[in-house]
C-alpha cells in the first residue's frame, strides 16, 4: 500500500509492467502526486515508441490496476520513448485527447514523476538492500553536479559510487541499473567486482519492485 494505493498486477507481469509499478508506487510516495492520482478515474495506455512494448494502467478510487497491451476501454493512448518520458520538456503524442481533455490533462501531470533527491533515494536504497548477502559495509556517494557526498552503513566505506544528480536519483530508485550506468560512463564506482555485482543485484531488484520502498 503506497499513500493509500493498492496495486494490482496481470498475473505472471511482463518487465515493463513491473518497471512502470515501481515508478508510479515511488512517485506517488509524494502526497502532491498521490492526490493527483486521486484526482483520476479510468484507463489509459502507454505505448513504446521505441519497441514492442505497452501497457494499460486502470484507476478506480484507491486501486491501480497494470497490465500489458493497449485496452479497449483506454480512454487515451499516449505514444512516448519511456526512456525519455521524466525530461524536462519532453512532449509524447497523445490519442484521444479531444474526446477527454480533462482526462489527459491528469495522467499528463500524473506521468510528471516529482523529482526526487539523490540523497533521500541513496538512504531509502540502503534502508532496502543493506541486509542483502554480500552487501558493502558502507557507501559513500558522491553528487559530482552538486559538489555534496553522503555515507550511508557503518565505518569505513567499502564501495564510492559518484555521478551526477539525475542519474544517481534514477539508479537508486530502480528507475535504471547500476552496472548499465557504469558501463555507460555515467556513474563511476571504486569497489571490489563482488560488490558490483550485488550492488547491480540490488538495484535490480529495486527496479522489479521486490523491496517495499513506497
Not at 4 to 22: A, K, M, N, S, Y
Not at 116 to 142: E, N, Q, V, Y
Not at 172 to 183: D, F, K, P
Request: charged share 20%; proline share 5%.
Amino acid at each position: 500500500m503506497t499513500s493509500g494505493f493498492e496495486f494490482e498486477l496481470e498475473d505472471d507481469p511482463v518487465p515493463i509492467v513491473i518497471r512502470f509499478r515501481t515508478l508510479l508506487k515511488h512517485a506517488l510516495a509524494n502526497p502532491g502526486h498521490a492526490a493527483i492520482a486521486r484526482s483520476i478515474t479510468g484507463s489509459f495506455s502507454l505505448v513504446s515508441t521505441t519497441d514492442p512494448q505497452s501497457l494499460t494502467v486502470r484507476i478506480d478510487t484507491h486501486h491501480i490496476h497494470i497490465r500489458h497491451g493497449i485496452s479497449d476501454s483506454a480512454k487515451i493512448i499516449i505514444r512516448l520513448n519511456f526512456s525519455k518520458m521524466s525530461e524536462p520538456g519532453y512532449k509524447p503524442v497523445v490519442e484521444g485527447f479531444l474526446r477527454h481533455p480533462l482526462f489527459a490533462y491528469r495522467v499528463g501531470q500524473l506521468l510528471n514523476f516529482p523529482e526526487s533527491s539523490w540523497a533521500d533515494d541513496a538512504k531509502r536504497f540502503w534502508d532496502c538492500a543493506h541486509s542483502l548477502t554480500g552487501m558493502p559495509g558502507a557507501i559513500k556517494f558522491i553528487s559530482t553536479d552538486e559538489n555534496r557526498d553522503l555515507l550511508v552503513g557503518d565505518g569505513e566505506p567499502d564501495v564510492e559510487i559518484s555521478g551526477e544528480s539525475k542519474t544517481l536519483s534514477n539508479v537508486l530508485s530502480g528507475t535504471t541499473v547500476l552496472i548499465a550506468e557504469v558501463m555507460a560512463g555515467k556513474i563511476r564506482i571504486q569497489s571490489s567486482l563482488h560488490h558490483l555485482s550485488v550492488l547491480s543485484e540490488a538495484t535490480i531488484k529495486m527496479m522489479l519492485g521486490e523491496f517495499d520502498h513506497g
